[in-house]
């Protein structure tokens, strides 16, 4: 009967005593740390400023290399920030990046 109705009750109870019994508390921060990225949300807003810097590098033309070379920081840095930016805009190229900044700016 636990199949019936809602779920939320029990699912919680069962994560709460493997959390406590199996996995000595990593599934609890792994569940912390999904709420977490996922209260990002999508859109300019939900950037970070080091990732609004980036895109905005990016966005005017600048490689991965020369904003690398220009904050101090490793391209695969910059890489990750810009995958990050990609997914939090739900966009998949540069071209698209300087699209929407361009209709931010205008």
Same mark, same amino acid.
């Given at each position: 009967?636990?199949?019936? +109705?809602?779920?939320?009750?029990?699912?919680?109870? #069962?994560?709460?005593?493997?959390?406590?019994? #199996?996995?000595?508390?990593?599934?609890?921060?792994?569940?912390?740390? =999904?709420?977490?990225? +996922?209260?990002?949300?999508?859109?300019?807003?939900?950037?970070?400023?080091?990732? $609004?810097? #980036?895109?905005?590098?990016?966005?005017?033309? $600048?490689?991965?290399?020369?904003?690398?070379?220009?904050? !101090?920081? =490793?391209?695969?840095?910059?890489?990750?920030?810009?995958?990050?930016?990609?997914? $939090?805009?739900?966009? !998949? =190229?540069?071209?698209?990046?300087?699209?929407?900044?361009?209709?931010?700016?205008?």
């Amino acid at each position: 009967t636990f199949f019936l +109705g809602d779920q939320r009750e029990i699912i919680d109870q #069962v994560v709460t005593f493997l959390d406590r019994e #199996v996995t000595r508390g990593t599934v609890g921060n792994a569940q912390r740390r =999904s709420e977490r990225n +996922g209260m990002n949300g999508i859109g300019w807003a939900s950037l970070t400023a080091s990732e $609004k810097e #980036v895109a905005i590098l990016a966005a005017s033309g $600048k490689t991965n290399a020369e904003i690398a070379e220009r904050l !101090h920081l =490793s391209a695969y840095t910059i890489d990750g920030r810009l995958r990050r930016v990609f997914a $939090k805009l739900a966009i !998949h =190229s540069r071209v698209e990046l300087t699209a929407e900044y361009a209709r931010l700016t205008f």
